[in-house]
């Protein structure tokens, strides 16, 4: 069997970029062209110098080309929570397109506390971030200041609002909210529960309720409290929750904010000895990994988080296209509903 080929130096200590040069049998400066701007580079040239860095284990001193050219090769995101599957496979897709364009990420938290992102945007530029990807079209004036003055890229990621004062990238939540409750209106139902988060610093839950209510020809205000209950983005909540509505006064179906919540929901039903969907149709948004495996498989609106994250990266990484008369790039990509069997005929 053969055995893979040792690196070899020409000097002790890590590898620099005259190595690689003198490997690839190229100068100095191409090599630093192909770190800096691989396109400019010719093909059998670039592949020349990676298979060289590759053999030698050379690693690009990010720092100084920060301090000489101003890009760092690192991008920050910025998400309500990472403690459930809601933004994981956004997340996964982001990472994965940016080692594409050759950069890395680094991700912050909030919890749901727009407050907190003066602080974390702080810390991102502190490390000479090259661009933030945020979650949502609502944030505090403050971080995009700080962005903004610094000329540092900024898109909202998740939600698409055609009349958004930032860049964003993401799906029409105000469509969703809406499609799956004209689902369970077109299937017969009358008597529907709404099950939502609250909506003070949640754009995307924001416009999912106000979609079922349009679907509904309702307000919320108009709708009693045994049809529109709110619980935050977790299984145990949305259970104990459900299950308190179900004992007083059940509906026929639920709409539920998202596919965490629908779990919960769920699991309720189970609690309380309901079938599903027999006694009660249940509905979700997202289509997060396991949806389509509970069973019943749960009906849900797709979210296209992949597709997401991946045009989030693009735009960043190649340049958030201007438009003219000021307004800022929007891009709405198509999501779609998925039809299992939570939900039958009325």
């Known amino acids: 069997m053969d055995k893979p080929p040792k690196r070899r130096r020409t000097r002790k200590g890590a590898p620099g970029i005259v190595e690689v040069a003198r490997r690839a049998r190229v100068s100095p400066a191409t090599v630093s ?14 592949k020349r110098i990676e298979q060289a860095a590759n053999d030698l284990g050379y690693v690009r001193d990010r720092m100084a080309g920060a301090m000489h050219h101003g890009f760092s090769g690192t991008v920050g995101l910025i998400v309500p929570t ?3 599957a809601i933004f994981a496979e956004l997340i996964q897709a982001f990472a994965t397109r940016l080692l594409k364009h050759d950069r890395t990420m680094l991700i912050a938290a909030h919890g749901y506390d727009l407050a907190l992102e003066v602080g974390i945007v702080r810390a991102l530029l502190e490390r000479r971030i090259d661009g933030v990807v945020l979650v949502g079209l609502n944030h505090e004036t403050a971080p995009l200041e700080m962005l903004a003055t610094r000329n540092v890229p900024v898109l909202a990621a998740w939600n698409y609002r055609a009349d958004s004062l930032i860049p964003c990238v993401g799906a029409d939540n105000y469509e969703a909210g809406f499609e799956v409750t004209r689902h369970l209106r077109q ?23 106000n979609g079922a209510l349009a679907a509904l020809g309702s307000r919320k205000q108009d709708l009693s409290p045994s049809r529109f209950i709110q619980s935050i983005y977790d299984i145990g909540a949305a259970k104990a929750a459900v299950a308190e509505l179900l004992r007083r006064q059940p509906p026929s179906a639920l709409v539920c904010g998202n596919d965490v919540i629908a779990q919960g929901a769920v699991y309720a039903c189970q609690l309380l000895g309901m079938n599903i969907p027999d006694d009660i149709s249940i509905v979700g948004i997202g289509d997060f990994r396991g949806s389509a495996s509970m069973e019943p498989g749960l009906t849900t609106w797709r979210l296209p988080a992949k ?11 190649r340049g958030i296209p201007q438009r003219e ?22």
């Open 307 to 317: 597709r997401i994250g991946e045009h989030a990266a693009d735009l960043l990484c």
């Open 325 to 346: 008369k000021g307004q800022p790039y929007r891009m709405r990509v198509p999501a779609q509903m998925m039809i299992r069997g939570s939900v039958r005929r009325a």
């Open 33 to 46: 062209r192909f770190f800096n701007s691989p396109e400019v580079v010719r093909t059998n040239t670039r």
């Open 82 to 84: 990472i403690d459930n």
């Open 187 to 209: 299937m017969g139902h009358r008597d529907i529960a709404l099950v939502f988060p609250p909506t003070n610093a949640n754009d995307r839950a924001e416009d999912r309720l």
